[in-house]
């Protein structure tokens, strides 16, 4: 069982950045590894993944904002968010698929652990 555990959220004014951090339990963790979002009152929302091969993919709302990096060897996965608006207020969640399978994907139900979540608010 793979546990992960976020850090890195807070409180911020539009316009700043945050950088958020999701460390896995295992050693040089390297499995596809997703970032989501979930605002209050909204469903969970796709927001950047990291395939094993280092690929990444960005939801066209953070595209240009948003930089989904990973560092194998600390079994760490990062999200660095920059020109932060108030509608990136959200508690941010960091999912990681099986090993077996080598792809990020956009779809929540297609990863298998989870981390509790980081609130990251910003403010106007």
């Known amino acids: 069982q793979v546990q992960l555990v976020e850090s890195g959220g807070g409180l911020v004014q539009a316009g700043y950045s945050l950088k958020l951090s999701c460390t896995a339990s295992?050693?040089?963790?390297?499995?596809?590894m997703g970032w989501f979002r979930q605002a209050p009152g909204k469903e969970r929302e796709f927001v950047a993944f990291?395939?094993?091969?280092?690929?990444?993919y960005y939801a066209e709302s953070v595209k240009g904002r948003f930089t989904i990096s990973r560092d194998v060897a600390k079994s760490t996965v990062y999200l660095q968010m920059n020109s932060l608006k108030p509608e990136d207020t959200a508690v941010y969640y960091c999912?990681?698929?099986?090993?077996?399978?080598?792809?990020?994907?956009?779809?929540?139900?297609?990863?298998?652990?989870w981390g509790q979540g980081t609130q990251v608010t910003v403010s106007s």
């Open positions: 999912a990681a698929r099986k090993s077996d399978y080598g792809l990020g994907s956009r779809e929540a139900r297609l990863y298998d652990y």
């Open positions: 990291i395939s094993r091969s280092g690929g990444t």
């Open positions: 295992e050693r040089t963790f390297s499995n596809a």
